[in-house]
């Protein structure tokens, strides 16, 4: 793995833990394989994998970096209808991998969920760091997301819809599901307008690792 230079970041020791993270720089480091032990490495030092295939894994942690606040979260009157609507049915992992390979859907400029994320992801779904929000309608899954979970923070990955405001009814369903289960930090990564909507504000990356510091000393179960 190729780095930039050395200094403590944020969480437990570990491979990333002796990364400097540049102001201004997102790609932080190249290299390693994409294996649970050190994704999850990643995640706790406010770091992320994401890259194409053929490409060697890249490690990312934007600056300034999204989140959304847990107590912001902003639904619409529309969508409060939507998720109160006797047709839907939220569920927590239920069907991990289904969610995963539905968010690589439909993807006109490609997508970096390929089957080494696919199958690494799984294997972090089946020791218990990775989490999927799913919401069917009449038995047929039509909507969901998926991230990972570290102390009192969670990833939001990457989300999925098949029918309308589905996948935005399984955000609403994991920020309550957080809230409730006492986790303190919920990363989005990249702003974008969507996701603007729903509350999401950029803090700077150095504010973000302090949060992560933070979360990452919660005892806090999904």
């Known amino acids: 793995m190729t780095r930039g230079a050395t200094s403590g970041t944020a969480g437990s020791d570990g491979p990333f833990a002796a990364l400097e993270l540049l102001p201004g720089t997102d790609l932080v480091a190249a290299g390693g394989e994409l294996e649970p032990m050190l994704v999850m490495d990643a995640y706790r030092h406010g770091i992320f994998p994401w890259y194409d295939v053929g490409d060697p894994v890249l490690w990312w942690s934007p600056d300034p970096r999204a989140i959304l606040p847990l107590d912001a979260l902003h639904v619409s009157r529309r969508l409060q209808r939507r998720t109160r609507s006797a047709g839907f049915e939220v569920v927590r992992d239920r069907a991990f991998e289904q969610v995963v390979r539905a968010c690589d859907e439909n993807r006109p400029d490609g997508s970096w969920i390929h089957e080494a994320v696919i199958r690494c992801y799984t294997r972090m779904h089946e020791q218990g760091d990775a989490h999927s929000v799913e919401v069917y309608e009449e038995g047929a899954l039509v909507g969901g997301l998926y991230g990972v979970a570290f102390g009192g923070g969670f990833a939001a ?59 990452v000393s919660k005892d806090v179960s999904w």
């Open 157 to 215: 990955e990457s989300m999925f819809h098949r029918v309308d405001d589905a996948s935005k009814i399984a955000l609403v369903a994991l920020v309550e599901h957080l809230h409730d289960r006492g986790f303190t930090l919920l990363d989005v990564q990249f702003l974008t307008p969507h996701l603007e909507r729903f509350g999401c504000i950029e803090i700077p990356r150095s504010e973000y690792l302090e949060r992560v510091r933070d979360a």
